[in-house]
């Protein structure tokens, strides 16, 4: 009698409980890798934000964080234009778009349903007062 008091115990609190635990541990991974792809962006984005600021370079720019603890199924795409029609003005702001997501099915591009963190900004052109007054403005 003790053994089918001590298993239906186990069966009515204890199997509930491991399935909590086990539920709570899945999303806490899907947070921490959320967490992840948010820090990677941003950093992708301001990593381009600086060389265009140096550079006004145009290039689309994308690869994986293969590097990184071998997570290749994560990959990144930053797109600059300074086209009005991508929210830019030509040779004077920039428009910059970083995406990182989970690339699950391979293919190199995000799909519908594939994780994905989509951070953007826009960088200006410095112009100096100097610059202004020698082309006589």
Avoid at 118 to 134: C, I, Q
Wanted: net charge negative; proline share 1%; with cysteine.
């Amino acid at each position: 009698l003790e053994v089918v008091a001590a298993g239906t115990i186990i069966a009515t609190a204890l199997v509930p409980a491991l399935r909590m635990m086990r539920d709570s541990l899945e999303v806490s991974r899907g947070l921490e890798e959320a967490d992840l792809m948010s820090t990677l962006c941003v950093d992708k984005l301001e990593e381009q934000m600086n060389n265009v600021a140096a550079t006004w370079d145009r290039t689309t720019t994308s690869g994986n964080y293969a590097a990184l603890e071998g997570r290749s199924y994560l990959k990144f795409r930053i797109t600059k234009s300074d086209a009005v029609s991508d929210g830019g003005i030509v040779n004077r702001l920039m428009a910059i778009t970083a995406v990182v997501w989970n690339d699950a099915n391979g293919n190199g591009n995000p799909d519908t349903g594939e994780k994905k963190v989509t951070f953007a900004t826009k960088v200006s052109k410095f112009v100096s007062y100097n610059d202004y007054e020698a082309k006589g403005m």
